[in-house]
Nanobody, 120 residues
Framework: QVQLVESGGGLVQAGGSPRLSCAASGSIFSINTMGWYRQTPGKQRELVARITSGGSTNSSDSVKGRFTISRDNAKNTVNLQMNNLKPEDTAVYYC??????????????WGQGTQVTVSS
């Protein structure tokens, strides 16, 4: 059984720099890509940034230059450093990972989501 648990977020002022963290736990053989997605009411969940086990990253144009994704492979964690937040960054942020266990190869897992609200 695998769990992704997010932390961080909350109410932040515009221009703030919060950090989201996500830890994967359970019977994990390996983790390939880890990433962060976000969703606002009435809209589809969208990719924010992702990082491979080798450290290659990509991010959406809307956050390039402001958000940085990083991971610690030894600890099975992924972080999202968010800088210069804007009100349009308000969303529920979800951690995601492709994880191989004894039962599944490269299965996609989601965290429960953490709300980030940016006040202007």
């Amino acid at each position: 059984q695998v769990q992704l648990v997010e932390s961080g977020g909350g109410l932040v002022q515009a221009g703030g720099s919060p950090r989201l963290s996500c830890a994967a736990s359970g019977s994990i053989f390996s983790i390939n890509t880890m990433g962060w997605y976000r969703q606002t009411p009435g809209k589809q969940r969208e990719l924010v940034a992702r990082i491979t086990s080798g450290g290659s990253t990509n991010s959406s144009d809307s956050v390039k230059g402001r958000f940085t994704i990083s991971r610690d492979n030894a600890k099975n964690t992924v972080n999202l450093q968010m800088n210069n937040l804007k009100p349009e960054d308000t969303a529920v942020y979800y951690c995601a990972a492709h994880i191989t266990t004894a039962t599944f190869v490269g299965r996609h897992y989601w965290g429960q989501g953490t709300q980030v609200t940016v006040s202007s």
